[in-house]
Every structure is written in structure tokens, then in C-alpha cells.
């Protein structure tokens, strides 16, 4: 059973309407769990920073037991969830991270070298 949590600074009213059900079948998707088994919370509003900026960002963490699989898997399923909260958002890349397993995606991290086994996975 996946579990995601959106994690936004964006007003409530600044979130696209019916966003958590498409996260919810985009995540089914990409995932290949049927959707009434995908749990999304989408959280808005929050003080965050991401590379020290306040500006418009979001943070997307995905939890699923039988799905987290290689570094390849997760991989191609984070460049997906990047790719659906960049557009949905309409967020820079820079403005957008997350951790899918073990898996820690962020335009930062290349530009950066941040090595994925440093940060701390969500499970």
C-alpha cells in the first residue's frame, strides 16, 4: 500500500483543485499498484526552504512496501513523480525534491553532488 505526502509552501488556494487524485492514479501508475490501494496527503501552506530559498517549493516522500525495488527502479520512478509535480505545479525544477525509497531526487542534488545513500531515506 504506497503512501505519498506532498509537502508544499503554497497557499491552500494556490494547489491546483483534484490534485492529490491525480497523484494518486499517476502514482498507481508508476508504481503498478492499483489505485484504491494508493494513500496521498497533500499538505500546503507549510514553512519550508529547499537550497535555502523560500521561494514556491515542493517536496513529494513515497513510502510502499514490495515496491521500493533497485537503484534503477527508483530511479525511473522518481524522474516520473519529478516530471508530474514540476508541470501540475508549474514549479522550476530547482523548487521541487523528494525521496522515493532510497532514491532522493532534486535538480540540487546533481548541480550540488549530493550522493542519494547521504540523505536519510523515508520507509
Same mark, same amino acid.
Given at each position: =500500500? +504506497?503512501?505519498?505526502?506532498?509537502h508544499?509552501n503554497?497557499p491552500a488556494? $494556490?494547489? +491546483?483543485a483534484?490534485l492529490e487524485?491525480?497523484l494518486?492514479a ?6 503498478g499498484k +492499483?489505485?484504491d490501494?494508493?494513500?496521498?496527503? @497533500?499538505r /500546503?501552506?507549510?514553512? =519550508?526552504a !529547499?537550497?535555502?530559498?523560500?521561494? /514556491?517549493?515542493?517536496? !513529494?516522500s @513515497? ?5 521500493v525495488g ?13 516530471e508530474? !509535480?514540476?508541470?501540475? !505545479?508549474?514549479l522550476?525544477?530547482d $523548487?521541487?525534491?523528494? @525521496?522515493?525509497?532510497p ?8 548541480e550540488?553532488?549530493? /550522493?542519494?545513500?547521504s540523505l536519510? +531515506?523515508?520507509?
Amino acid at each position: =500500500m +504506497p503512501f505519498l505526502e506532498l509537502h508544499t509552501n503554497f497557499p491552500a488556494n $494556490r494547489v +491546483p483543485a483534484g490534485l492529490e487524485k491525480r497523484l494518486c492514479a499517476v502514482a498507481a501508475s508508476i508504481l503498478g499498484k +492499483p489505485a484504491d490501494l494508493v494513500n496521498v496527503t @497533500v499538505r /500546503p501552506g507549510l514553512a =519550508m526552504a !529547499l537550497s535555502g530559498s523560500t521561494e /514556491p517549493c515542493a517536496q !513529494l516522500s @513515497v513510502s510502499s512496501i514490495g515496491v521500493v525495488g533497485t537503484a534503477e527502479d527508483n530511479r525511473s520512478h522518481s524522474a516520473h513523480f519529478f516530471e508530474f !509535480l514540476t508541470k501540475e !505545479l508549474a514549479l522550476g525544477q530547482d $523548487r521541487c525534491a523528494g @525521496v522515493v525509497g532510497p532514491e532522493y531526487y532534486s535538480k540540487t542534488q546533481s548541480e550540488h553532488s549530493i /550522493p542519494a545513500n547521504s540523505l536519510k +531515506p523515508n520507509t
